[in-house]
């Protein structure tokens, strides 16, 4: 049964800042494609691990504004297609497509019950919070929620880390860029109603970089 708790408001006109926290790539092969990019880029990619009760596993390349990029890739196709989480039935639903890339986002707050209270408080429908975890390559648990709003345009989901945020362990393996922009397609407007944010010249300030909404059609990122 889902929790909420009634003490925490948003008060009107405040700001409340999130940040990026990864994007998600759509892999067949996430080894070998976060590979490529590893060379394309000059950056360094990890072995991340497995997700053991949704059937995936990751690659991960870390940034250091306190982002990463995932490679999602998909080990049991039967554990995965039972999944209930929207992220991984995307993911699922992308690749049957014949598709690889970027799917989605995750925004990082530290008070998701703060986002559940918004959500009931203005019928904003929602999925979850699911609760993940997986063990790194250096055998650490790691463990986070994810929260899925739904709106009239693609939307980003929440994460929120049990411990800290998802770091590597051997800190020289986060590179010397960042992921400091994310481009997207459509408009601001979604992300005031949803999330409180924000915009100004069709840019979102985040804590550690910006959403800027183009007249694309796809999303896409800049590192730097």
């Known amino acids: 049964m889902m929790t909420i ?8 006109g405040e700001k409340y800042m999130l940040a990026i926290d990864h994007l998600v790539i759509a892999s067949q ?18 072995q991340g691990g497995k997700h053991e009760k949704w059937g995936t596993y990751n690659y991960l390349a870390f940034f250091e504004n306190n982002s990463y990029i995932e490679w999602l890739g998909v080990f049991d196709r039967d554990l995965a297609s039972k999944s209930d989480n929207p992220l991984i039935q995307q993911t699922i639903s992308f690749l049957e497509k014949g ?10 707050t530290n008070d998701m019950d703060n986002y559940l209270n918004l959500f009931a408080e203005k019928s904003i429908h929602f999925h979850g919070p699911f609760p993940g ?7 650490q648990l790691l463990t986070w929620r994810m929260l899925f709003p739904d709106g009239k345009e693609p939307l980003p989901f929440l994460i929120e880390w049990g411990s800290g ?9 986060i590179n010397t860029k960042s992921l400091s ?5 459509g408009s601001p407007t979604i992300y005031l109603e ?11 300030e985040l804590e550690n970089g910006h959403l800027q909404f183009t007249t694309s059609s796809q999303l896409d990122f800049e590192i730097r």
Do not use: C, M, W
Request: proline share 4%; glycine share 4%; hydrophobic share 30%.
């Open 99 to 108: 598709n690889t890339g970027l799917v989605t986002y995750a925004l990082r």
């Open 29 to 46: 092969n996430p080894e070998e494609d976060a590979q490529q990019f590893a060379d394309k880029h000059g950056v360094t990619v990890l």
């Open 181 to 185: 922009n994310i481009e997207l397609p």
């Open 133 to 139: 975890s997986r063990k790194t390559a250096e055998g």
């Open 5 to 12: 708790r009634k003490n925490l408001h948003f008060r009107k």
């Open 165 to 173: 945020i998802n770091l590597p362990e051997d800190k020289t393996n």
């Open 194 to 204: 949803v999330f409180r944010l924000k915009s100004e010249e069709n840019q979102i």
